[in-house]
């Protein structure tokens, strides 16, 4: 008989948290990867299409890949890039529906010095324009 010392077994959770010590896990990209993948695969069952099951199988690699990779650093910088191109949407398509929304009161107009979104009343006219970002002066006439 062998002297063994007493080790308690591990639970479920504790073992996947040791697998994943020093990996990179779940962040935004992967996450944006496991949907698009999601919406893909959604999309297959009606096109039936090799191309498009292909793309779902490989954004599904991508995304763990990324999950289970070592290089921290790389996929922090791959994940702050994909942010930095979410935010452009994000803003974009906020300014519209600000644009929208206040189509009839409300006039958009950018800065031309420092290129900024203003916001101004739709008064006919004239006018000048201080800039609060820059601020610089410039006309413009509203219709």
């Given at each position: 008989?062998r002297?063994r010392?007493y ?15 020093g ?8 996450r ?13 069952l009606?096109?039936r299409?090799l ?12 995304a763990?890949?990324?999950?289970m ?30 644009k929208?929304?206040?189509?009839k ?24 324009v ?14």
């Amino acid at each position: 008989m062998r002297n063994r010392s007493y080790r308690p077994r591990m639970s479920f959770g504790e073992r996947i948290a040791r697998l994943m010590y020093g990996r990179n896990g779940s962040d935004s990209l992967g996450r944006a990867m496991l949907i698009l993948a999601m919406t893909l695969a959604i999309l297959n069952l009606f096109l039936r299409s090799l191309i498009v099951a292909l793309l779902v199988n490989a954004a599904v690699l991508y995304a763990f890949f990324r999950m289970m990779s070592k290089n921290v650093v790389k996929r922090r910088a791959e994940n702050a890039r994909w942010w930095y191109f979410w935010k452009g949407i994000k803003v974009f398509f906020s300014l519209q529906k600000n644009k929208w929304r206040d189509r009839k009161t409300h006039i958009y107009h950018r800065c031309p010095h420092c290129k900024n979104t203003l916001r101004l009343p739709r008064v006919k006219g004239a006018h000048t324009v201080n800039c609060p970002c820059c601020h610089k002066r410039f006309d413009m006439t509203v219709k």
